[in-house]
């Protein structure tokens, strides 16, 4: 297929929340949801359901349920006769060579049309080294370069690259600031030093240099860091105005409190990640207040959709559970365009289709359409800031729905 498509996804609130009340979330490590109907399409859903990282995977996983709930409640794959979606879910453990081992078993075991996964970058590279071996779709959230940069054909990342959210989170901190009457020329880059980070620390890195912004201080740390008082102490010494820190949760909570501790109240711009999940709220309190991030996606930009997520599981939709909404219900429309369960037939239409309707809409941006890497080419990188036990939408201005609070 060669030509754009719109498709159409239509689902009733009402429908959801039974889909959702009625629906057990699939157990950790490798598990198989059971349907009473013969007719079914098993989807590979990898994330880290167990390590460091499981908190992201369980989100994730619960996004991707949300849909396929909601999906199998208003009659399936219409195309396919009402083909059930049947999600095949793995525990990658946060490891990469455990990510890889259990999707080389999806390939040669469950006939899966695609995959969906797997949050953290590096799991996601291992993953895709094996659909792309053998020609199964993988659509995915996370953010490295590297994930679309290598030149696969089966690959789908419907979110920025990370060195493009680096880059915006620059740009927007710089405009955030000089609407509260300050000109940012220094800051401080602290980031953990897996793919996501490298990669997110180098976007930073090229905005700065491109805005004529000093940096002042550019360090990696070992993910999962138990000390950071060494970083603490570097940025102390520095003259910072703004400080990047690009890290997954354990990780953030220590460099937050050991800041605040000490009396540092920089402006502290997170990299998403661990900064914009519930847990980081929870694990700070008051420390939280008016914390940035960016973030690849932000639930009130499509409370319609995303309330459907906090109605079921009691928290707010966060980006990765709705990126990997998106992904599922993008995937639910290929198949019903595809007319068929073969995944080279779905990746066609994932390389060549508009996705404007439905599930695809929750994306920043609003719409979801590939470039021949696979990268959706209407992301938008979105500034969001923790006001009490929420995240509210503070730039760009055309996507904002609150004033930022500038504490410089």
């Known amino acids: 297929m060669t030509q754009k498509t719109k498709t159409t996804l239509l689902m009733t609130r009402r429908q959801a929340l039974i889909a959702g009340s009625a629906a057990a979330l699939a157990a950790p490590l490798y598990a198989r949801s059971s ?8 989807v590979g859903v990898i994330q880290p359901l167990s390590g460091a990282n499981a908190q992201f995977g369980i989100n994730s996983r619960n996004g991707i349920q949300l849909v396929a709930d909601e999906i199998n409640a208003n009659g399936g794959i219409a195309a396919l006769g009402g083909a059930q979606i049947n999600l095949v879910i793995s525990d990658a453990t946060s490891n990469p060579t455990q990510a890889a081992t259990v999707a080389q078993r999806m390939m040669s075991q469950d006939n899966v049309v695609a995959v969906l996964g797997a ?30 940069g290598r030149g696969f054909r089966n690959i789908f990342q419907v979110v920025s690259k990370a060195s493009a959210l680096g880059g915006a989170t620059v740009t927007h901190t710089r405009d955030l600031a000089r609407a509260n009457g300050t000109e940012i020329s220094r800051i401080a880059i602290m980031y953990e030093d897996t793919a996501y980070g490298t990669a997110q620390a180098n976007g930073l890195r090229n905005s700065a240099a ?9 360090e990696a740390y070992p993910l999962g860091i138990t000390d950071v008082s060494p970083l603490i102490n570097q940025l102390r010494r520095t003259e910072a105005q703004v400080v990047f820190p690009v890290s997954y949760l354990n990780d953030s909570l220590l ?9 540092i109240t920089t402006p502290t711009v997170g990299g998403a990640a661990g900064y914009i999940i519930p847990d980081f709220r929870n694990g700070l309190g008051d420390l939280s207040e008016n914390v940035l991030s960016i973030s690849p996606a932000a639930y009130d930009q499509a ?31 290929a198949l019903e365009i595809a007319g068929e369960a073969n995944p080279q037939a779905i990746r066609e239409v994932l390389a060549s289709t508009t996705f404007d309707q439905g599930w695809a809409t929750v994306m920043s941006g609003g719409r979801i359409a590939f470039d021949e890497t696979g990268l959706n080419i209407h ?14 939408t503070v730039a760009p201005s055309e996507y904002a729905k609150a004033e930022a609070v500038w504490n410089a």
Do not use: K
């Not at 319609?304 to 980006?319: E, I, K, Q, S």
């Open 119 to 148: 949050f953290a970058s590096s799991l996601t590279l291992a993953i895709s080294e094996v659909t792309e071996r053998r020609r199964v779709p993988l659509l995915t959230m996370s953010f490295a370069d590297q994930v679309t």
């Open 303 to 333: 409370p319609d959709y995303t309330d459907r997520f906090r109605d079921r599981f009691g928290y707010f939709m966060v980006h990765e559970a709705q990126e990997h909404a998106a992904c599922m219900g993008v995937l639910a429309s």
């Open 210 to 218: 491109a805005n004529g912004i000093e940096v002042v201080m550019d």
């Open 379 to 392: 992301a938008v990188p979105m500034m969001v800031q923790w006001r009490g036990d929420e995240l509210v």
């Open 35 to 42: 349907f009473a109907q013969s007719n079914v399409i098993n």
């Open 255 to 263: 460099i937050i409190r050991n800041m605040r501790q000490q009396g």
